[in-house]
Every structure is written in C-alpha cells, then in structure tokens.
C-alpha cells in the first residue's frame, strides 16, 4: 500500500530533528497527551516550526489544516491531541502513532537524507491516508484513521480478497474474463465499520484489483483512477449492438460468436513485448439464407445449399503484455495454459478483417467458457457490448479489462443504501448496477443498472443538502418541523384569515384581485414566514405572471408584525420601477398612519441620501427598501431584517445572496414601527438570520429547480392575470422584402396606437460582425422611416438617470418606438406596450427571447412580436416559439433540445453540480424520487446516525461543494 512505501520512504531518510521529533510524541502519548501547559506550549511550538517547514512547500488545504491544528494543540482535548499526532507521524513516514512508537530501529537510523527525511512529503500520498470530508460541521469521517489494526485488518483483507479471486480464478481457468452470471465469491466486506468508522470498499485503492503490474497502477493513478470507486465510475460511452456473427463479416463489426479454442500461444515478439493469442474455430451461418424465408417445400430443397451457405471462421484473440518480466517463457506458458484447447467458448467484441481468408483478428473482446456447446444460458445471442471513452492515452480496451477485474473482487454488500428503500424504490443492488452497467446481458439491463446509478447522483446530492440544512437547526423539534415542510408541502398554507392586518389591508388597496395561483403562492410563503426557521424558497412563474405582487405580499407580511424587509434586484432600472409600483399601490390604501415607509437605495442614490437611508434602516424609520447590490454592502445594517426578497436571483451569485444571512435580526430590538402597527408581535428572543425569498424569471423543470436548488422549497405560479391575450409570434427571414414587411407592420401597430419595442443583439455596429444590427447605429434610419413617430434609445452603456428617462418617456407615451438592448428583458413592466421587433433573433437563447417577449402583452391590448432573422435556417429552431407561449412547456423543450446549459446561461448553468451519468433532461422523474428517498431516510434519522454507511458514502462523494461561485 501507499502508506507503508511513503513509511519506508520516510523513515529511511529521518535526520536528527525528526528524531527529536519521534522523541516529543513518544513522551507525549506515554503522559497520555495530558503535558503541563507550559510543556504544552514547548511541544506545540516545537510542532508549529517542524510542521511549518515541512508544509512550506506545500499549497494543498489538508497542509493548511494541520497546520491550523497543530497552532491550538496545546487548547485540543485529549481525543483531538492523539488524533493530531497520529497524522503528525503519517507525515514522519509512519503508519500511525503506535507504529512511530514501536519503531525501535528508529534511534539507529542515520541521517542517509541531507535535506532532512520529512521534507520529501507528499501531500497526495498523505491525502489518501486521510480521506476524509467534512460533512457540514459534523466529525470528518475519517477513513484511515491510523489505527494500526485498520491497517493490518485492510492489508489481510487485501490479500485474503486476492487468494480467493486467484482460487475461483483456478476454478474457472478465466484470469482476464469476467463472468456475469456468476456471482462473486469473495467474502462480504463491502463496508466494514470498526469503532464507529466507516470504510467504504469502493474507496480502496486500485491496489486491491488482483494481478494488476505496478506499471498498470501507476498508469491507472496518473489518469486519475486511484480507487475502485473512480474506475467502476468510468462508464460505456455507448454500447455496440452485438449481432450474431453470420456470413458476409465486416471489418469493424462489433460480433459475437461461439466457437472451440484450436489454440493459445504466449509469444515472446521483443524483449519487452509479449502476446497471448488464442485462435478459435468458429461455424458461422448465413441466416438471411432462402431457406430462412421460404415455404416449407422449398425449405426442404434448400436445406442442402444452407449446410453450403455454412462456414468456420478463425478467430485470433490477441492481448500484448509490455514489460521485460512479461517475456519470461514460464510466464507465457502459464498463459497459455489457462486457455484449454477444446474449451467451448463465447467470444465478443469488435472484429478485423486478415489476410487470410475467413481469419480475423480481435483485440478488444469478451470470452466466457461455456460448459457445453448447447449451454442455453451462453449461446451467442446478440447483447450490448460497452464501448468506454479512452482516458489519458489508455485504450478502452485495456480500460475494460481492469473493470472487469474490479467487478470480479467487488463484494455484493456494497450498497450504503439500505435494501428497503432500494426495493421501494425499484432499484438494483450497487454492485448489479456496476456489473449491469459494464456488462449488461441485455439493455434492459443497462437501463435499470443506469437508472440505479442515476439515482444515486441525485440521491447523495439531495441528501446531502438536507442533511447540512438540518445541522444548521439547533432542536429536533425544528429539524422534524423542517423536513416536514418539505413532506407536507401541499398542507403548508395560511389562508388570508391568518394573515396579518397591514397585509389584509394591502391586498384591498390592490387594484386587481390576486389569481388562484397567486393566492396559493402567497399563502405558502406566508406559513413559511411563521415558522421558527429561516425561509429559503424560490418563487417562479412565467413572464408577467404577477410575481412582483406575491413579494410585496410577503414583505408587508413582516412589516405588520413589526419587522424589516429588503428587495434586491439586479439592476437600477428595476429597482425603480418596483419602487414606483410599491409606492402606487401603497397610495391606495386608506389609513395613511399603517403605510410602511419604503426606501430606494441604490448605486446612483447621492451620498447624503443614502446616510440617511441607512440611519432609517438602523434605527428601524424605515420598514421597507428596495434596491440593486448596495443592500448588501456591510456598511448596511437592519434593525429588524426579517425577510431578504432577490428578485432574478440568478444574476446574484450565491454568497451575495448569502449575505443577507449575516445581517441577522434581533427580535429583542423594538423599532416603531412595532409599536405602532404590530398586531401580533412575536415575543420569544431568538435570533435568526432572515427569510430568503428567491424569485426566478426564467421558468425552469423542476427537476433542474431540485438539481440547482435542492435545499430550496420551491412555489410556482402557474397561471397568468386574467384577460391577458396571448402574443402572436411572427418569425420573419431578415432580408429585404422580410425587413419592408416588418416595417409595415410596425407602422400599422403605431397608427394603432401602439408602442414597440425594438430589441438588438449590440449597441455599436462591429467590424467583427458586419451582419448583427446594432440599437445606436439604428436610430438614425429608424427615425427617418418613421417619420412622424418619436424614437428613444435605451442600452447598458447609458448613465443611470439617462436610462430611467428614456424608459420614463416610452412609459408615459412620449416616444412610441424604443431602440433597446436586452437590457429590457428583466423585469420591464410597462402594459401597454404592444409590439417587439427582435433583430438577429437567432442570437438569442429560446428562454431568453421568451422573456423578451414577455415585455408585450402585458395589459388588455393585442400585441404581437417578431422574431427577425438573419437566415432562413435559424429560422427553424425558433419555430417553437412561435408555437407556444408558455414558458414552462418551453423551458422543457430547450432542456431537451439543448440541455441545461442553453437553458440557464453559462453563469447560473454553472451552478449546476456534475452528474458523470445522469441527464437532467431526460431522467426528471429519478430526481423526484431520490428527493422523496433522501426525506424518509433523514426523517428516519435526522443525524444520519442509523445509517452509517450512508454518512460515509455521503462524505466520500463531495457533494457539499454545491454552487459554489
Ligand atoms: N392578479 C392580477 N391581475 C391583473 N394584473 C396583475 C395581477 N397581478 C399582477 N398584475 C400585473 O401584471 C403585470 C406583471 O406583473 P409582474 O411585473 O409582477 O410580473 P412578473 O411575474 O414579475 O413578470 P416578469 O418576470 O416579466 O417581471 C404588472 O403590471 C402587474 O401590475
């Protein structure tokens, strides 16, 4: 194993200060790490330089931890002090503390390293010894714990593993085979638990795959193979339909064939290069025969020219061994006797044509020895067989080879995830799904091995995320309460009885009355907002559904119980435009003593404003306020934060949008506005960091809102105000006569009384890209065709104030014609415009053009909108929108047609965590499952303490670094 080879490494090389080293831990653990403090801080000094020096050279995080530990050594309790040191002697090239102790050659060594034995460390090496993850703020897991027993118990499993894989080998003569059907013989190791650790058999090293060279390890190690668990995970790209080997063979079939082996040679061909080839004689028949089609009289005529259409074809298996020690006669011998002449065989794979006639070649295949020629369960029929992706220069075929070994040592209780759950929830044990995924009989069997380990991807990454939501609550009351929320999500509603009086009043002063969705939107996030945890709910809906309003809802809903409320959105433009709305639809309520006083604060808000501004929020003045990225700035301080809305929350990334978590509010603080319009002021003391309320414009499957934010409730809107009238959707061809069309019918609209929206993909025209139409350069001719109607221009590059009057001006009906960049599909709410010209519309992305379109057709007037572009050929991917106007539905179409990547953007699509197999598009329904899974294992066990072997499987996958920016 790696670890005695860097021990030896190490130990060989130890200089004097090492042995002073070894000398301190010795003392230390015989005083039963209890030293007197000022020994303490001898030794923990002592620590500090030798460690410091041996990690100078070393940037990994595991360095920087020990380092971090062995600083506050001297404060470490006694546990944490012998667990320190272990890794301390790991680091000096021991197995462990007690192996540092009982090294009594130690005093004799001399100094054979003149830069000092410890500074050669590998950090990877050490790595590997102590695998372990963080799991939220639980224990790290920690897989090697250097407990000496591990270490002898995993060296004896080892080779007790191999003993039996090289006697079952013996037994079936088939070392480089695999045989699907026969279950393994090894004994049940897959995960062992040993004083409350965990080690997780997939976590071996490769180490433990029998009659594997060093050569090939090392190969394996540096394409990133390093455990069982990485090669298993390399999965078949694809898998060749294996058809039964008939007459007319080609060159580059994949076949398969049953035949007798003639005979097997080791051949020395260099000094370093060997083969074994194995020929076997193989009757092949042509099924498409006349006989195969023909009535019964003529069958029998036939039969005879079918014995003719019947031929043996020769089949030269070959595999090369490189290495000197490969050429060795008893080596090839052995070789060749593990392949008997006479053995019926089943061959598969991809075969090439030779010289000679009717000999082929193969050199990626299967074998399995069959017992007799009429053997039912081996006779060739046609099953798939795995094409792998080659890696760092190993050929798949070599790939495949050592897979098969793998499975061969693979225990069958692998599986962390308990048998109930995998038989509710349909799945094969983990070890059927790797052996069906890598060596499906059929492809039915692939599907369920794949729908197995794409359940898996989901599962750990579900889990995974509840499981840390959960450590963040403090009682068990809490946790139960949460993961309720998540089982009960349809029972989780207030209805407006419940809500409070301020809010009540709110909704009357509306000057429409709330849609059925809208109502139960509310509801949710108003139950939410009671609930002794923060909320963090992510509020979704099609353009100009009305999600703005459900917000505001839910932000009076604090207000009148006597807290704070903050709006974020992404950019001035709409921060303006809520705060115009707000304040609108506070003018309607009656009683003008219970209207919330509301704040904007954004970037162009002049320094005393915003002094202001931000006293008010301190001192509680002001109970609302709406703004761009400056709410989060720390110089921002809440009296009484209780709800943090992020409106297109995408464009936020996640730690800017966790900020708002660190202005946690303190329920003892009493602002005035408790006092005055509180109707139910909570009394209890706690403090909490806010509700986050989440809002995205784009609609997205929710099996991507589950694999994007797992930890998230999600509410969707899902029906639109009434009396809207749908767009009609134009797709024209951006030539000369499409262009006059347009034209025309943008003047038609105006004369109507419309207002257009005229969206480019550019501001300037480039050289670059002669063909795209840009908004400045534009104006000018658009002016002079539209002579009579007055034109604005809006784009990103424009001064805050320049940008407001421009959209001002198109709103109040000032300029009819809006020359704009995208800068208008987020959250531009102006009903009555009526019409939106795209140019270049194949510039843009379907979700995106959706939510362009989404700025028309948001009042009473029929609007229409066209999508000009540049080819006729872009026209086709299009189509779908003008076919539907439902964002859903064509969210689904894009993630299908484009996968998640096209559909988010590159920065939210980044967000995305990998999934090696699973495919978002196509496996929704997996994912749904796995979140219901991962709720009834932790509502089984909040800590995760019943299921051991999950928290470990947990640990090991990483999932935890989600979403990081
Ligand atoms: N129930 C309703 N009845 C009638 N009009 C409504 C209703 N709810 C909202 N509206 C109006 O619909 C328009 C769109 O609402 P809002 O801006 O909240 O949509 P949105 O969901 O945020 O859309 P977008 O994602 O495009 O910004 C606004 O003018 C709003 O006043």
């Not at 279950?183 to 049940?188: F, I």
């Not at 042509?286 to 195969?292: A, K, M, Q, R």
């Not at 889990?463 to 009351?477: A, I, K, S, V």
């Not at 002021?681 to 784009?698: C, E, F, R, Y």
Request: aromatic share 8%; with cysteine.
């Amino acid at each position: 194993m790696a670890v005695s080879t860097l021990a030896v490494q190490s130990r060989t090389t130890m200089c004097s200060s090492d042995k002073c080293l070894r000398s301190a831990l010795i003392f230390e653990a015989q005083r039963g790490y209890r030293n007197l403090v000022s020994k303490d801080m001898r030794l923990n000094n002592f620590l500090s330089s030798k460690m410091s020096t041996v990690f100078s050279r070393s940037k990994h995080k595991l360095a920087e931890k020990l380092l971090k530990e062995v600083d506050v050594y001297g404060r470490a309790s006694v546990r944490d002090r012998s667990k320190l040191l272990n890794k301390v002697s790991v680091v000096m090239g021991y197995d462990g503390l007690d192996d540092l102790i009982d090294d009594k050659g130690a005093e004799n060594q001399s100094d054979l390293h003149p830069d000092g034995g410890a500074d050669d460390f590998d950090i990877s090496l050490m790595c590997k010894q102590f695998s372990s993850i963080t799991l939220g703020s639980s224990p790290p897991i920690e897989l090697y714990d250097g407990a000496p027993s591990n270490h002898g118990d995993s060296g004896l499993w080892a080779t007790k593993i191999c003993k039996e894989f090289l006697s079952s080998s013996a037994e079936t003569r088939q070392d480089l085979q695999f045989n699907v059907d026969k279950p393994s013989t090894v004994p049940q190791h897959g995960v062992k638990q040993n004083d409350g650790l965990v080690e997780v058999m997939l976590d071996q090293s490769i180490s433990f795959i029998p009659g594997l060279s060093k050569r090939n390890s090392r190969q394996l190690e540096n394409c990133g193979f390093h455990t069982l668990r990485k090669l298993l995970q390399h999965f078949p790209r694809t898998y060749a339909d294996l058809q039964n080997a008939q007459i007319g063979i080609e060159d580059g079939q994949y076949l398969i064939f049953v035949g007798k082996i003639l005979s097997s040679r080791g051949v020395r061909a260099s000094y370093s290069l060997s083969f074994l080839e194995v020929v076997v004689a193989c009757d092949v028949v042509d099924s498409e025969s006349p006989s195969t089609s023909r009535d019964d009289g003529a069958a029998l005529e036939s039969d005879k020219a079918d014995s003719g259409r019947k031929k043996t074809v020769f089949l030269h298996l070959k595999k090369f061994f490189r290495g000197t020690r490969f050429t060795y006669l008893p080596f090839l011998k052995s070789l060749e006797e593990k392949q008997k002449v006479g053995d019926i065989v089943c061959v598969s794979g991809k075969v090439r044509i030779m010289r000679s006639k009717n000999h082929y070649e193969m050199r990626e295949y299967n074998m399995d020895v069959l017992q007799d020629e009429n053997d039912p369960s081996f006779c060739a029929q046609g099953r798939p067989y795995p094409i792998y992706p080659s890696k760092g220069g190993l050929s798949p075929n070599f790939l495949r080879d050592v897979i098969s070994r793998t499975l061969k040592v693979l225990p069958s209780n692998i599986d962390p995830i308990p048998e109930d759950l995998a038989h509710d929830f349909g799945l094969l044990c983990l070890r059927d799904a790797y052996a069906g995924i890598h060596q499906p009989k059929s492809l039915k069997e692939a599907e369920l091995a794949r729908k197995r380990l794409v359940f898996d991807e989901f599962f750990y990454l579900q889990l995974g995320r509840l499981f840390q939501m959960l450590e963040g609550l403090g009682t068990e009351l809490e946790k139960d309460g949460l993961l309720d929320k998540y089982r009960k999500s349809e029972f989780n509603l207030i209805d407006i009885d419940g809500w409070s009086m301020l809010t009540k009043k709110f909704l009357k002063a509306l000057p429409y009355s709330l849609t059925s969705s809208q109502l139960r939107a509310a509801s949710e996030i108003i139950w939410d907002l009671k609930q002794p945890v923060p909320m963090n709910r992510l509020l979704q809906g099609d353009v100009g559904c009305g999600k703005t309003v459900v917000a505001f809802l839910a932000c009076v809903e604090v207000i009148g119980l006597g807290y704070q409320a903050a709006f974020m959105v992404p950019t001035e433009l709409l921060a303006v435009q809520h705060y115009e709305q707000l304040q609108k639809l506070l003018a309607n309520m009656e009683e003008e003593e219970c209207k919330p006083s509301v704040a904007l604060l954004t970037g162009s808000t002049s320094t005393r404003e915003s002094r202001l501004i931000r006293q008010g929020l301190q001192t509680g003045d002001i109970s609302l306020v709406i703004g761009t990225h400056s709410l989060i700035a720390e110089k921002v301080e809440f009296s009484a934060l209780r709800i943090a809305v992020v409106d297109e929350q995408h464009r936020f990334g996640v730690i800017q949008r966790g900020r708002f978590n660190s202005k946690l509010y303190y329920n003892s603080i009493s602002s005035k506005l408790s006092s005055s319009i509180s109707d139910e002021s909570s009394q209890d003391n706690v403090i909490m960091a806010p509700h986050v309320l989440a809002m995205s414009a784009t609609p997205i499957p929710r099996s991507l809102a589950l694999a994007l934010y797992g930890d998230m409730s999600l509410t969707q809107i899902t029906d639109l105000p009434p009396g809207r009238i749908p767009v009609e959707t134009f797709l024209i061809e951006g030539n000369e006569p499409g262009f006059e069309k347009v034209y025309q019918m943008m003047l038609d609209e105006l004369e109507a009384g419309g207002k257009i929206y005229l969206v480019y993909p550019v501001i300037e025209q480039s050289e670059q890209l002669p063909q795209l139409r840009a908004a400045s350069a534009d104006l000018e001719t658009i002016s002079q065709k539209f002579s009579g109607y007055k034109c604005g221009l809006l784009h990103g590059k424009m001064k805050s104030d320049d940008k407001s009057e421009a959209l001002g001006l198109f709103r109040s009906g000032e300029t009819n014609i809006l020359l704009s960049t995208q800068v208008i599909e987020i959250g531009v709410d102006i009903p009555d415009a009526s019409m939106m010209v795209v140019m270049n519309a194949e510039r843009f992305g379907i979700a995106q053009l959706h939510q362009l379109r989404g700025r028309v057709g948001r009042g009473g007037r029929n609007s229409k909108c066209i999508l000009v572009a540049s080819t006729d050929s872009s026209l086709s991917r299009l189509k779908v929108l003008e076919e539907s106007s439902d964002g859903f539905y064509l969210a689904n179409m894009d993630l299908v047609m484009r996968g998640p990547g096209d559909l988010l953007g590159r920065k939210q699509s980044g967000h995305l965590p990998e999934f090696p197999i699973a495919r978002l598009d196509i496996d929704g329904n997996i994912i749904q499952e796995a979140h219901l899974a991962a709720l009834k294992i932790l509502g089984d066990s909040l800590d995760l303490e019943k299921y051991p072997n999950l928290k470990a499987e947990l640990s090991m996958r990483q999932p935890l670094c989600l979403l990081g920016d």
